[in-house]
């Protein structure tokens, strides 16, 4: 528990406005998208990197539990205090764009500037940051590092790990380290900032970012591709990337996600023959660029079973070909009261197996698992929908259907999250996908740089 003099200290570092203990902050900073709920013992907002070291080390000297958060948009539990301790909080004063080097093509953030700040402040002066996450409107770029998030545009550009050049970031016992350099090459010394890439906050506190930038497309175009079924299209998906198309994105949407959006969306205009679509943007400097990534496209999607392909004429049909897939998940919440939402990896190869598998699973248990999202890297949003979330059997047999999707995943040579991480809610399951000698060099990874277990302990199952 965190004392007076404990809260004196943090007063003492950070100022009074600073620092919250009562009933309402600890509510406000309780929970994430997972619903959970975790009572912190406070709220402390640091300033800047030396606020944070002071706080560290003082927390390390007293045992004091620490959960590094940014907006709290995750859906694992990674930024929940499920064992007590302060929040620190980054997003109130740790949130500026400190730098685009134009020269150099690098963005320099503190870790409370949100995603989509970034994105409009870079594009400003053409250059283009690609990560972008469905919370891009208010996720922070440390919980996109810290989560290593994915995106629509992973398909082409990749995800964050392969934009982050160098860190600054703060040890549990207060030192401060830089990971890293602006250099395009650097391999002086181990890789200490991959590390601490999807640590989820538990090996050190992220002060600073240096991210690579690219120049901003000239032209792009949306795409979207019809399929009489979803095992059409996701074949379509590896062996059109493999003829050489290379879309910005390739997004799909089964069966059941077209039903649910012809009910709840009745507005949006679908293909009436559609099992399955992929939807997505090509870009390039020059039209021409475009015009042929669409006809490889169009070719490859029409040897592999499409039955139409529909290019936007404007922003406008470009915006309603989008709605369709950014509405996906309000959609599915026809098919039950509770939503046991996984991300699940595979290769793109296996998407046609995985997702007739995960059906199968499905229909075992009595539910409807509809499924889509970022096709065009193998990684699929599995719903498993729970009819009634009051009824404890339907409760345990959806979690028996989630925990035989992740082994089935696992044998494919797939992975348990492809974008979301694992924090609490899939720490149970990190044996399915490692073996204990994994495990257990995870374990002396997190041991090497937090010897006292104070920094946000217990997540990934570590």
Known sequence: MIDEAHLDYFISV?????????????????????????????????????????????????????VPRGAGSGFTGGALPANGGIILSLERHM?????????????????????MQFQKAVEEVGL???????????????????????????????????????????????????????????????????????SEGTLAIITEITLKLIPKPKFKQTYMGVFPDVNKAMNAVFKSLASGAN????????????????????????PENAGGILVGDVDGSSQAEIDSQLETLKEAFANYGSIDFIVAKDENHAKSLWFARRNASPATAIYGTKKLNEDISVPRSKLPEALDEIYKIG???????????????????VNVM??????PKEMEDGHK???????LVVSMGGTLSGEHGIGLSKAPFMNIAFNEAELELFRSIKKAFDPNNILNPFKMGL
């Open 14 to 66: 950070v100022g009074e406005d600073n620092v919250k203990s009562d009933k309402a902050h600890k509510i406000a900073y309780c929970y994430d998208a997972t619903k959970e709920r975790f009572e912190p013992d406070a709220v402390v907002f640091p300033r800047d990197e030396q606020d944070v070291s002071k706080i560290v080390k003082y927390c390390n000297e007293h045992k004091i539990i620490i």
């Open 95 to 115: 949130n500026k764009l400190l730098e685009i080097d134009m020269q150099n093509l690098v963005g320099v953030v503190q870790p409370g500037l949100i995603n």
């Open 401 to 407: 259907a989630i925990e035989e999707i992740f082994k």
């Open 363 to 381: 229909e075992k248990y009595g539910f409807n698992v509809p499924c889509f999202g970022h096709a065009g890297d193998g990684n699929i949003h």
């Open 247 to 270: 879309p910005v994105a390739m997004e799909f949407l089964d069966t059941l996600v077209i039903k649910a959006l012809k009910q709840k969306f009745p507005q949006v205009e679908l």
């Open 128 to 198: 283009f940051y690609p990560p972008d996450p469905a919370s891009e409107e208010y996720s922070t770029l440390g919980g996109n590092v810290s989560e290593n998030a994915g995106g629509m545009r992973a398909a082409k550009y990749g995800i964050t790990k392969d934009y982050v050049m160098a860190l600054r970031a703060v040890l549990p016992n207060g030192e401060i380290i830089t990971c890293g350099k602006k250099t395009i090459k650097d391999v002086a010394g181990y890789n200490t900032a991959g590390i601490l890439i999807a």
């Open 386 to 391: 729970v009819k009634d979330k009051e009824n």
